[in-house]
């Protein structure tokens, strides 16, 4: 059984490394839902295999599934792809996986927050809550029991001391009502092994989990900042990508760096197509989703391994764009690009189903 310990991480000398540093693996979940992924979640499942493919070719990846699935993803998967049976509620691993932090001897623990499915958005999720647990349990990584109720991507961090994340997310009565913006800056600081926290207002427009972070906004290295934007005044991300911009101008990072701003074109604007909707009435808490709802698609929402960058491939008239632009900023990096409109009809992205865990030993 893993340790569960009682300390904090900061107090332990641990810290969330960034995601740049180099990684002992990835983890996945799956997809199966039928309420959240069309066509019984097969087009969904072709999109992870083309991810966790790509990932396994520059560092070990870990697929979660249920025993109903296992055959099915085991099949599907290549061969260097770990694929270990744990039962969940749906595929964000992301927002209900563990967070790891690690410390100067290169020890790894695991951070589990608590989860309540984006503020009750889907039910049940008792089994998302039961996973961080688990994939501390698998690698045997000692483990913290947060207090707070946050998923993985309501953060970023730059390894250095710098947490950004939104008021609309982790200031959301449906996730913490009785926590004030003080008291959660101090469990971010508890956590993460975090000394400043950098606040933005909104998140992605139409983006169903309240804000994340990580649809808007990322640290490519310390003091820089990859920001969603929108240059069309008539589209609602546009006030909110202009606010972020302002609030980053003005702020430094932990370190005293003022932060600067790279700009990632918005897509789209994308809407669901009327043969993407889903209509699963048989399904228990159905979640309909109906033609013309916009999509939450962001360039922001990519993925950093090993000697790549995976990212999103969202609109042709923007791809390319994006692609130069994450080149530029990881010159020493393969950048890979997916098509992944499968996984944003499911309300996310290719950083919203894959979590980094740290190079290091369990300690």
Not at 63 to 81: D, F, I, K, Y
Not at 141 to 150: F, H
Not at 238 to 254: F, K, N, P, Q
Not at 350 to 356: A, D
């Amino acid at each position: 059984m893993a340790e569960i310990l009682t300390s904090l991480p900061a107090a332990d000398g641990f810290r969330m490394p960034a995601e740049w540093e180099p990684h002992a693996g990835t983890w996945m979940i799956w997809p199966e839902r039928p309420d959240n992924w069309r066509q019984g979640a097969a087009p969904a499942q072709d999109a992870f295999v083309a991810v966790a493919s790509a990932i396994a070719r520059f560092e070990p990846v870990t697929m979660l599934t249920s025993a109903g699935q296992w055959a099915r993803a085991r099949a599907a998967l290549p061969a260097n792809v770990r694929v270990v049976e744990a039962s969940s509620d749906d595929s964000w691993c992301r927002d209900s996986g563990a967070t790891f932090v690690t410390d100067a001897a290169g020890r790894v623990r695991a951070v589990n927050w608590r989860f309540n499915a984006w503020g009750g958005l889907y039910a049940p999720c008792d089994q998302d809550e039961l996973i961080a647990a688990k994939m501390a349990e698998i690698e045997g990584t000692p483990r913290y029991d947060a207090p707070l109720v946050l998923e993985g991507g309501s953060i970023h961090v730059d390894g250095e001391g710098t947490v950004l994340t939104t008021e609309e997310c982790l200031l959301n009565p449906n996730r913490n009502p009785s926590l004030t913006r003080e008291e959660i800056e101090r469990h971010l600081r508890d956590y993460l092994g975090a000394s400043k926290v950098i606040w933005l207002g909104a998140g992605l427009v139409d983006d169903e989990t309240s804000g994340h972070i990580d649809n808007l906004a990322c640290f490519v290295r310390p003091g820089v900042v990859a920001l969603t934007w929108c240059d069309d005044p008539a589209d609602p991300q546009h006030a909110i990508s202009v606010d972020a911009y302002e609030r980053l101008s003005g702020r430094t990072d932990a370190c005293g760096r003022g932060i600067e701003i790279v700009k990632l074109p918005l897509p789209g604007p994308l809407y669901r197509a009327p043969d993407e909707a889903i209509e699963d009435a048989a399904a228990d808490n159905a979640y309909q989703r109906y033609a013309q709802e916009r999509l939450g698609a962001s360039y922001a929402n990519f993925y950093l391994g090993n000697g790549f960058v995976l990212m999103p491939l969202l609109d042709p008239r923007t791809d390319e764009k994006a692609r130069a632009i994450l080149a530029g900023l990881f010159p020493e990096r393969e950048v890979i690009g997916l098509p992944t409109r499968e996984i944003v009809l499911g309300g996310g992205n290719i950083h919203c189903i894959t979590q980094q865990q740290p190079a290091g030993k369990a300690g």
